[in-house]
């Protein structure tokens, strides 16, 4: 494969889909180049009765996610949709909203992949392009991919994208008998983008149309059967420029955001300082632990805080009326909310039958109810900065634990909240976000538990810093690991919640605070 192609700025030979050798007066630096999002199909493997590309994972519509990609590459210079018949709306809707500047035309598609490719190549006209054709249904198509792509195009006529098969092929017989095995090391997986110059792409659907039996299920099939003189370079996909085409897919790409998110890189001070000075925070569950981190570490880079608890307030989050006087405070005297941080919840550790009304009414009210009174007394503030609230979980949430069964059930529902929210709340550009943190160290876990080994726990401030990343990151709909090395999230029983949330002691020690 060619691995991080580098583009020369000199007079580029190149053969052309009729096999005849040019040279061009200009370097392939000066060809426009133009993405082609291919959004066909319904989602019918999927189970959704509408198209897969408009499933919403982490507040926003796969395909948008697509063009967000294909609209922060440098490389990429327009951006068209071919979309569903009966589905331009959405689509058109994304392009109004004008956050994508580079996607300028919204068409219908054909009626199998191969109509839709050459309904684009008639749309993009006569003059010498690159175009890339990429699929809605792959998110996670990243810049060093789509600048090899371009690069590559720079030598080559068309290019494909592929990564190394990790299994073995087997050709099996039409009635289902193993007849060979390929070597496995010529072996790749096809992925997009398929990128190609435009007189290229066009020679060979020109000679396609004339087979009566034409039928292809990719572009570069197209060139390599019609066009066969016409080199197809070949360029390093990636294990994570996956396509969402089963149901299982859409959990696998749900938990990529979520991945992405925990291991993007912290920001620089002046970073933090430039996005939160001169911003309004408003913490539930502030009195302590990480709550009260969060509060410092915001007050360390500009931001006005507003700190709630229980424990120093009085503010009771599954109170209604001490949540709206909190934020009506708050945006009195600051004139403006742009972040709402709810750190507060609770863990009482019991079998499910010792349970007491009290334990089972209070957890649900303070774990659940709570963060829906903030969420709906929150947004009329939030929606007129454009800003965030950011709730808290624990690793309990992926898997319900013995003597948890109330906590893990409320933090459950409190990720599927946020994610619901996040959906609901995409037209009012409102984000809603969760941290999933390790164990953290804080002084009622030393208190519950006593001294526990430094390593084996997160720092409190690690946490706070990555809550208000979140906060001032574009993300939503996300889940935000924080670990202590990056490691998966450990399902282990003594994994227990570090949030150190603004809660009561019920039956046995909690780790809020």
Known sequence: MIQGVRHRARPMKYVDATGAKHVTSHSGEDLRTVAVVLAGGVGARIGFNLPKQLIKIAG???????????????????????????????????????????????????????????LAIDELGTDEIKVLFHDAVRPFVDKRIIHDCVRALDDYSAVDTAIPSAD?????????????????????????????????????????????????????????????????????GSDENMKVTEAIDIAMADKLFQLRSSIARELAHETRSAQLAGKTVVIFGGGYGIGAEVGSVAKEFGATVFSYSRSETKTHVQNRDEVRAALLEAKTLSGRIDYVVNSTGLLAVSRLEDASDDTIYT?????????????????????????????????????????????????????????????EWVKDEVRINVINPDRTRTPLRTKAFGDEPGASLLNARAVALASVDTLISSATGHVIDVRRDGSPVDDLADDLDPSELDAAVLDSPTLGG
């Open 363 to 423: 957890t649900i009210d303070i774990n659940l109810i709570g963060p829906i009174l903030i969420a709906q007394e929150a947004l009329p503030y939030l929606r007129e900065t454009k800003g965030q609230l950011l709730n808290f979980t624990s690793s309990s949430y992926t898997r319900g634990r013995g003597e948890y069964s109330l906590y893990s059930a409320t933090k459950a529902a409190l990720v599927n909240f946020t994610q619901a929210l996040a959906d």
């Open 168 to 236: 073995t092929i087997i050709e099996v017989s039409d009635d289902n008998f193993l007849v060979a095995v390929p070597p496995r090391s010529k072996l790749r997986r096809g992925q997009t983008p398929q990128g190609f110059r435009l007189s290229a792409i066009r020679a060979a659907y020109e000679k396609a149309r004339a087979d009566p039996h034409f039928a292809a299920t990719d572009d570069c099939t197209v060139v390599l059967r019609y066009t066969p003189e016409v080199k197809i370079a070949v360029v390093s």
């Open 60 to 118: 926003k519509p796969l395909v948008e996610h697509t063009i967000e990609a294909l609209n922060d590459s440098s490389d990429v210079d327009e951006i068209i949709v071919l979309m569903t018949p009966g589905y331009l709306d959405p689509i058109l809707a994304i392009r109004s909203s004008g956050k994508y500047p580079k996607l300028t035309r919204v068409l219908e598609g054909g009626a199998d992949r191969n109509q839709t490719t050459q």
